[in-house]
């Protein structure tokens, strides 16, 4: 396990505009504090709709000539980008972790999925050549990517690097200028990469940051100029984002929470199955939108409720589990165990009030593995997302009866079935509503090119974030339709 590091003295956001790092006029500031020991790490400013209109107007001017640079040129400063984003990638890991909370070893795995998505983008050159067809005699069709022009993405705290890797590989390589809104409690990850694409040489205004929070959004989002929003976060705010553009005009993908169900069966593998539960509902604190948040236990599976619950008590909180973003957090989780208990559950493990040793986390945000047993699906604990380590165990006689719980769900991210028989699985596989289903892996997150996105409240809008469907959200097909007489007027055609 890596002990965090911290970064030595308090960074001072900056907005990247126009290639240059601005501190926008106007705009009052906030501190950014690291969860693990509630020390001021950062000041990130508040951007005002004019300094989102100052970004907009150089990434509209940037977005024109990038537009028209050819796409192999448009890859070489990705390669460039992930070759630095490779160096930095130890210092990166250790960023993330101090702002979000996560741990080190997830800030790296957050990084290795970027350099995933900045290899699918590198992949464009061959993958997405277009296609040209003679469809009648002397007549041809063929489609060109054309750009959108200005487009954002606004992302969450728990990702600081990963979710913006998701979005502006792509988008940029598309030949769009992408203006990145990380969330104000991690902006420290996305000033690092922003200086990695200044450094990697993309022109000025092709990558641009503005910081801020709601009013910094609503700007973006009523910028006519804007083109297309891509939005990660939670689900109130994902569908509020999904209407207002749609109304501004814009195309938008909003990804939102998610309630995330594992299904165990009586026959599920003893040894693979409790650890993989215990990763799930544990990892980055449960601050995961692929976290398992409940498990649907099928039948008599009491010997790997109780070896989980062994396994979830031995974690300590602290640098090994990550902490929560925040003392509301820890407030939010604290009171939703007490309601859920206080609604018959049964608390098998209570994670309330652990914390761990030492004087550096004495002012950390903790919780400890929690897990609630004989949760019935109509309580909240079974119903809200709670984000935090907790999980909710739901005791249902059926394969179909789990199936029935989860599909009842208004989320739809992840749900994992554990299992040693293939016809179980694939029952599963068939019956659940979520978008990203699991055998016997309790974080299904699919590797590129296989997109990332969920179903029903976890996603507004068509299509996947990453992946080949993402070339269409960044990009407009262009048919051309041609037409070529045979017709010679001149004796040089012989
Ligand atoms: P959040 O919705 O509070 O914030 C996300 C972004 O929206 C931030 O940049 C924030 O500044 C901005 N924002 C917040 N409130 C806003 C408002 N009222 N109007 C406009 N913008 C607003 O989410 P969070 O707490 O940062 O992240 C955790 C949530 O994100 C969880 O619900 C988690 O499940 C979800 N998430 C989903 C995915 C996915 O792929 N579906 C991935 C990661 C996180």
Redesign the pocket.
């Known amino acids: 396990m890596s002990l965090v590091r911290f970064p030595e003295s308090v960074v001072s956001c900056r907005n990247l505009v126009g290639g240059e790092w601005l501190s926008p006029t106007e705009a009052q500031s906030q501190d950014v504090r690291s969860p693990y020991t509630g020390a001021i790490i950062g000041q990130v400013p508040l951007t005002t709709a004019s300094g989102v209109a100052q970004a907009v107007e150089a990434a509209r001017i940037a977005a024109h000539d990038w537009g028209l640079t050819p796409l192999r040129e448009r890859t070489q400063c990705l390669q460039a980008f992930r070759g630095l984003l490779e160096r930095h990638l130890e210092r990166l890991a250790h960023l993330a972790a101090s702002e979000s909370g996560k741990t080190v070893a997830e800030g790296r795995a957050g990084l290795l999925k970027g350099l995933e998505v900045c290899d699918f983008a590198l992949s464009l050159q061959q993958m997405d050549s277009g296609a040209h067809l003679e469809v009648s005699r002397g007549v041809t069709c063929e489609y060109r990517r054309e750009p959108l022009g200005v487009v954002a993405g ?6 600081p690097a990963m ?1 913006p890797l998701w979005l502006f590989p792509i988008a940029v390589t598309l030949g769009n200028a992408f203006i990145l ?6 902006p420290l990850t996305a000033c690092a990469l922003g200086e990695l694409m200044v450094a990697a040489g993309y022109p000025p205004g092709v990558f641009s940051i503005v910081h ?3 009013a ?3 700007a973006l ?1 009523e910028h006519p100029d804007v083109k297309a929003l891509a ?8 569908r ?2 999904y209407v207002e553009g749609s109304r501004h005009g814009k195309r938008v993908l909003a ?4 309630k995330n169900h594992l299904i165990v069966v009586p026959d599920a593998d003893p040894d693979l199955t409790p650890q993989a539960v215990v990763d799930s509902f544990t990892g980055c604190a449960g ?4 976290a398992a948040s409940v498990m649907l236990a099928v039948g008599n599976v009491q010997p790997l409720v109780e070896d989980i619950v062994k396994r979830a008590a031995r974690l300590e909180p602290g640098p090994g589990m990550g902490a929560l ?1 925040d003392r509301g957090a820890v407030d939010r989780l604290e009171t939703a165990i007490a309601k859920a208990k206080a609604d018959g559950a049964l608390l098998l493990l209570d994670g309330r009030g652990r914390r761990p040793s030492g004087e550096l986390y004495a002012n950390g945000h903790w919780l400890g593995p929690t897990v609630l047993d004989g949760v019935r699906p109509d309580m909240e604990a079974a119903r809200l ?1 709670l ?1 935090g380590p907790v999980l909710s165990i739901v005791r249902v006689t059926t394969l179909s009866a789990a199936l029935a719980v989860e599909n009842a769900s208004p989320y739809g ?1 992840a749900a994992s079935i554990f299992t040693t028989n293939g016809a179980v699985a694939q029952t599963v596989v068939e019956g659940a509503k979520a978008g990203m289903v699991g055998v016997n892996v309790g974080v299904p997150v699919p590797r590129e090119p296989f997109s ?3 179903t029903g409240e ?2 507004f809008g068509h299509g996947d ?1 990453t992946g080949p469907s993402s070339l269409d959200f960044w990009s407009h097909r262009k048919k051309v339709t041609r037409k070529w007489s045979a017709r010679t007027d001149g004796s040089w055609m012989s």
């Open positions: 606004i992302t969450p705290f728990n990702f979710v809104k990380p969330s104000e409690k991690v801020g929070a709601k910094t959004v609503d989002v939005f990660v976060g939670s689900t109130p705010v994902a509020r984002l990804l939102g929470g998610a601050q995961r939108c692929m973003i997302e984000f991210n990332f996105g969920g976890s996603k974030i």
